[in-house]
Structures are given as structure tokens and as C-alpha cells.
């Protein structure tokens, strides 16, 4: 079974740092695109920052020069590293990877359980 397993979120005062952390475990051949995304109550899912296998990387506009997207290939892992915070960025955030799988034929969405980060003002 494959999994990913979010941590860092909590609660940071406006201006704040946090670091977000994405574990894959499980049986993987391969990771391809790996990124971040974020959901409000009443909201669609939006994506904040993606990045490839090939360390290519995409932000939203309204988080680009503040947050940082990375990977190590080696330990499966994805981080987010989030300044200069505002409320704006509460959400729920999620991390997503494609993932082969041991026995699979073709790359499947996975997404972790979600961690909470909320901005006060």
C-alpha cells in the first residue's frame, strides 16, 4: 500500500515561517510530479506548488517569492517551505504525488490526509 504522510502544519502569526513535510512510503517503483495544494471551507481545491521529477518548478501567483517547493528523490520526501504568511493562507493543505506503484502498470494520483495551517493576524 502505498501512502503519503503529511506534517508541519499548526498555527503561525501573520508574517510567520512554516515548513510543510510529504513522506511517500509504501511499495514504489516511481515518483513522478510531486506538489502541494490547499482547500478552504466552501472552496474547490487549488494547486499552490508543483514540482517534477526533474526539479522543474510551478507556484500560483499569489505565493510566488514566498513559498519554496523541494524534493529529495532519494528519501521520497516533498517539502514546502512557507514565509512572509498571511491569513489568506489558511487552508487545509494537501500533498500529492504520481506514483508507480510495485505491480502497477501507469503513474496513480495519491493524496495525503491533509494538515491544517492557519494564519492569524
Known amino acids: 500500500q502505498v501512502q503519503l504522510v503529511e506534517s508541519g502544519g499548526g498555527l503561525v502569526q501573520a508574517g510567520g515561517s512554516l515548513r510543510l513535510s510529504c513522506a511517500a512510503s509504501?511499495?514504489?517503483?516511481?515518483?513522478?510530479?510531486m506538489g502541494w495544494y490547499r482547500q478552504t471551507p466552501g472552496k474547490q481545491r487549488e494547486v499552490v506548488a508543483t514540482?517534477?521529477?526533474?526539479?522543474?518548478?510551478y507556484y500560483v501567483d499569489s505565493v510566488k517569492g514566498r513559498f519554496t517547493v523541494s524534493r529529495d528523490n532519494a528519501k521520497n520526501l516533498v517539502g514546502l517551505q512557507m514565509s512572509s504568511l498571511n491569513p489568506d493562507d489558511t487552508a487545509v493543505y494537501y500533498c500529492?504525488?504520481?506514483?508507480?506503484?510495485?505491480?502497477?502498470?501507469?503513474?496513480?494520483?495519491?493524496w495525503g490526509q491533509g494538515t491544517q495551517v492557519t494564519v492569524s493576524s
Open positions: 509504501g511499495r514504489i517503483l516511481s515518483i513522478g510530479g
Open positions: 500529492n504525488a504520481m506514483i508507480l506503484a510495485v505491480g502497477g502498470s501507469s503513474y496513480r494520483s495519491t
Open positions: 514540482i517534477s521529477s526533474s526539479g522543474s518548478t
